[in-house]
Structures are given as C-alpha cells and as structure tokens.
C-alpha cells in the first residue's frame, strides 16, 4: 500500500530543488515504487491558489490540511532554503487592525489589498498552526508537520551532507538529514531511492 508523502521544497524556477522533486514524483508514477508523494507544486482541482485573490493566510491554511492528510513529510534543503523569505510578509500577523494589506499570491504586479481576515484567535495546543503568521511558507510546512508530530525526513539536495545549508529553525536535524543523490554502479548520479525508502520506514 502506497504512503502519502508531503514534500516541502523551495520550488524556485532557476535556482531551486525542483530537481529532487522531479525525482520524486517519477517515484511516484512508478508502480513498483511503493510511495505516493504530494507535489504541491501541481495545483489540485479546487485549491484555493486557483482563485486570483488567494492570500498566503489561505495558501497556508491549505498547506495545513495536506500536511493532515500525510504519513509524513519530506523537506528537501538546497543552498538558498534558509534565505527563502515567500509568505512571511504578513502585517496582520504584528497587528491587530483589520486596516492592513498583503500581496496575493502570485500577483505581485497588482499590488496589495486589504486584509479579508476579520478575526483572529491564538491556536490550543491541539489546532493547526495559525496560519496567519510571519513564517515563510517553508518555515510553515516544517512547524506544522512537527505540530502534528508527523515523520519528517531531511534531505540534501546534494550528493553531500551539508548542515550550514539548514535554516536556523531546523537546528538539531543535523545528525538525521542526509544527501538525497549518490552515484550508481555506472558513475550517474542519482536519487537514492534506498534510503529515502528506508526513512520511510519499509524494509
């Protein structure tokens, strides 16, 4: 039976890990592999990114209910992961006002508009992460993946380990993350397909 996998990348056309998740998701399609990762790259039938206004609050909240609906969480590590700063420009997330603005999502050439979020409530111990938040959207999928305690995987997209590539947040994953490229017996590289199978937990 197939394992439903969240991977949360930085999915930048020129200089992002879309490589590993390329990978990834041939993975998926292949009907011996036993995984079923969710490319949230791949805008599904209803997402609420479809809609021209959706705001990054939304996009988030979303993120939420797919990290829910998960076994568990890939979180691939590139050079530029800890710099990313997208979705983290939130003025309702350091004021109370209804009277601010945000960017759509996707449509930074139409500038901002006003905040649709009315109310406000500090998530319990056992909610979602609140999605109104000054997170980037990566920081987000990884602090709600650890609120729902799901099984998380670091990788590099690397052939190497490389902890100075982890973002301050994901301090102490340094002993559990690893290279998700090797070469073959032939000199190509890769993805290691083993042990991204055995963090998974099969045999």
């Given at each position: 039976m197939k394992k439903r996998v969240y991977i949360s990348a930085?999915?930048?056309e020129s200089d992002g890990d879309r490589d590993v998740v390329a990978v990834l998701n041939q993975w998926s399609n292949d009907e011996w592999r036993n995984v079923n990762f969710v490319d949230?790259?791949?805008?599904?039938?209803?997402?609420?990114?479809?809609?021209?206004?959706?705001r990054p609050c939304e996009l988030k909240a979303?993120?939420?209910r797919q990290i829910n609906a998960s076994s568990a969480v890939i979180i691939i590590i590139?050079?530029?992961?800890?710099?990313?700063?997208?979705?983290?420009s939130c003025s309702r997330a350091v004021r109370a006002s209804t009277d601010v603005s945000c960017t759509p999502y996707k449509q930074n050439t139409n500038g901002s508009r006003t905040c649709k979020v009315f109310?406000?409530?500090?998530?319990?111990?056992?909610?979602d992460l609140g999605s109104i938040n000054s997170f980037s959207y990566l920081r987000h999928e990884f602090e709600q993946a650890k609120r729902r305690e799901k099984k998380l995987i670091v990788v590099y997209n690397s052939m190497y380990k490389e902890p100075a590539w982890l973002p301050p947040y994901m301090k102490g994953y340094e002993g559990v993350a690893f290279p998700f490229w090797?070469?073959?017996?032939?000199g190509n590289k890769v993805g290691d397909y083993q042990k991204v199978k055995e963090a998974l937990g099969y045999d």
């Open positions: 930085d999915y930048a949230m790259a791949t805008v599904v039938s209803g997402s609420v990114s479809q809609n021209p206004d959706c979303e993120f939420n590139g050079d530029k992961t800890a710099s990313r700063t997208a979705g983290s109310f406000t409530c500090v998530p319990g111990p056992n909610d090797r070469r073959d017996g032939w």
